[in-house]
């Protein structure tokens, strides 16, 4: 329920600051008073976009807050889901600056658009004289059957199925195209592994190859270096051993008489047992180095198979190759289960079918039990606002499992007719501006009583109407109150006198700038309003006692 609207410079409006009734609220004024203004600010907090200039003042920002008593309208899951501060009274934000920047905010939480408008369309409907164009809509005739019918869980159900199933087709329907492009592709994938596998690759083998390949290749420089070490070692007349052993010699003769020398003494020793090693392994290793033209070749051409697989490949090791063959591999695998793996599919697709058109039954059972009492009930409505032969039928056809769709199986359409003797035919083809308006109004008032919304706003859906009929209407609309909000601008006293609240809208152009303003009017203000609605600006006597008479009904 809309308890407060607050407007801060925004068109026409310097500060406004409206209270609401929870029951029936009017709002009535002028042409161009700028009952429109106020209606057009509340559309920016539930959501709608922003299209041009909103200021009053161009130096400062435009806001707009609405405050909403939302304890009985089961929303604490929405806020959950949004990451949003739950409270009792929420408050709805909206920000404009000068530059045309928005913001938007609930319970002072920055929002986005989407998520505003989603939490706006949960508490209130605006329903405007240009909306009864709505009933033309055969999604929202099937809306309308479907409140009634209160099978909401039910339709979840069903179309958490239907997007689970077309999910499954999209799958199966890629599967199929790639198992057949696999399939031509067979020939070309086997061969390609088929060649990876028979160079029996490693991931060390390129490097070791490389390695031993080199050594090959500079063998004489390598025996030439080994035999030269060798020689300054241990051949050479003045031989690194030869002479390091002439210095352990002296060492050891010094050291009998210094002590400190020992140390010095075991060291050499120690080294020179090292050295004496290293000469014998570089001797082994230069007398079994040796050049192998066999085994150069052997290994040439096996280079030569893996450096061509790279080029082929495009990569430039054994590893990346190995990758590719296993690549191969499971596209193979691929090709020879996929048929399995399509088949699990199908199966799984039957299944979501075969739940799905239950599923679509049970709602198309739902539907056809409702709309004679549907039928019915608008009737008995339209013959409260004065359309005694006024008559909606609701025809509903039943379309074929395989054009299932995202609402069921029922094809729902609205047949109209308002006068007697007079056929039913399609909405857009037989109703006035003032026979839709109240019948919107008769469907309105009767999904209220099935829905939780909050809060609904009827702006000027009075055209066309007058007299009893419009004093009807407003009985309609007073009924509808007793179970949620209602606000109504209206240009007829009747229906305004039907208000538990009543607000002015005026013009102010006492200041440099016309500003639009509201007040609430208490009884004689009423009195004087309604008076006013009925005769002109100047009411008589008669006018006055007519609009006591109108409130007192």
């Known amino acids: 329920m809309l308890k407060q609207l607050i407007i801060r410079n925004y068109a026409l409006i310097d500060n406004l600051d409206i209270s609401f009734s929870k029951e029936l609220n009017i709002l009535t004024g002028e042409t161009g008073a700028g009952k429109s203004i106020i209606l057009g600010a509340l559309s920016l907090i539930l959501g709608q976009r922003t299209e041009g200039k909103y200021f009053f003042n161009q130096q400062k920002k435009c806001v707009i807050e609405g405050f909403f008593q939302v304890n009985k309208f089961q929303l604490i899951d929405f806020f959950k889901e949004n990451d949003l501060d739950y409270d009792q009274e929420t408050v709805l934000r909206r920000e404009i600056s000068a530059d045309g920047k928005s913001r938007a905010f609930i319970n002072d939480t920055p929002v986005n658009l989407s998520t505003l408008k989603q939490l706006g369309e949960k508490l209130i409907d605006i329903h405007s004289q240009h909306a009864t164009l709505e009933i033309n809509d055969e999604g929202f005739q099937l809306l309308v059957v479907d409140t009634i019918a209160g099978h909401q869980l039910v339709l979840e159900k069903y179309q958490h199925i239907f997007k689970l199933h077309r999910q499954t087709l999209v799958k199966l329907k890629d599967l199929i195209a790639k198992s057949d492009q696999n399939k031509a592709d067979l020939d070309y994938y086997q061969f390609q592994y ?15 190859l490389e390695q031993e390949l080199d050594i090959l290749t500079h063998t004489e420089e390598i025996k030439r270096n080994l035999a030269n070490a060798t020689f300054v070692l241990s051949d050479h007349e003045q031989a690194a051993i030869t002479q390091l052993n002439d210095a352990s010699l002296n060492l050891q003769q010094a050291e009998k008489y210094n002590p ?61 190759l190995l990758h590719i063959q296993n690549e191969f591999s499971k596209k193979l695998n691929d090709i020879l289960f996929a048929d399995e793996d399509i088949e699990k599919l199908k199966a799984e697709g039957e299944n979501l079918h075969q739940e799905l058109t239950t599923l679509a039954g ?8 409702v709309i004679p009492k549907l039928e019915e009930k608008i009737k008995q409505t339209l013959n409260e606002v004065g359309m005694p032969h006024a008559i909606l039928k609701i025809e509903n056809e039943l379309l074929p499992d395989s054009k299932l769709n995202l609402l069921g199986s029922d094809q729902i359409r609205f047949f109209f007719s308002a006068n007697k003797g007079q056929a039913a035919l399609p909405m857009n083809k037989v109703a006035s501006g003032g026979e839709l308006s109240r019948l ?10 099935h829905t939780a919304l909050p809060t609904i706003i009827f702006d000027e859906i009075d055209t066309g109407i007058s007299g009893e009929i419009a004093l009807k209407v ?47 009017l208490n009884s004689d203000e009423r009195i004087f309003e309604i008076a006013k609605m009925l005769s002109g600006e100047n009411p008589g006597e008669f006018a006055l006692q007519n609009a006591k008479e109108l409130l007192r009904a």
């Open 440 to 449: 919107m109004l008769s469907i309105k008032s009767l999904i209220a009583t």
């Open 362 to 369: 049970q709602l198309s059972k739902n539907r056809r039990q």
């Open 474 to 520: 407003g009985t309609i609309m007073e009924k509808l109150s007793e179970n949620m909000q209602v606000i109504a601008i209206t240009h007829l006293p009747q229906i305004a006198s039907k208000g538990k609240a009543h607000y002015r809208v005026y013009k102010d152009e006492r200041e440099a700038n016309t500003q639009t303003n509201i007040r609430q």
């Open 260 to 320: 400190k020398i020992t140390t010095i003494a075991e060291r050499l020793r120690s080294s020179l047992i090292e050295i004496k090693d290293i000469a014998s392994e570089i001797e082994q290793i230069e007398q079994l180095t040796h050049y192998d033209e066999a085994r150069s070749t052997e290994i040439n051409d096996r280079l030569n198979i893996l450096y061509s697989l790279q080029k082929k490949h495009r990569v430039s090791t054994s590893q990346e």
């Open 194 to 208: 088929d060649e990876l596998e028979q160079a029996n690759l490693s991931e060390d083998e390129q490097k070791q």
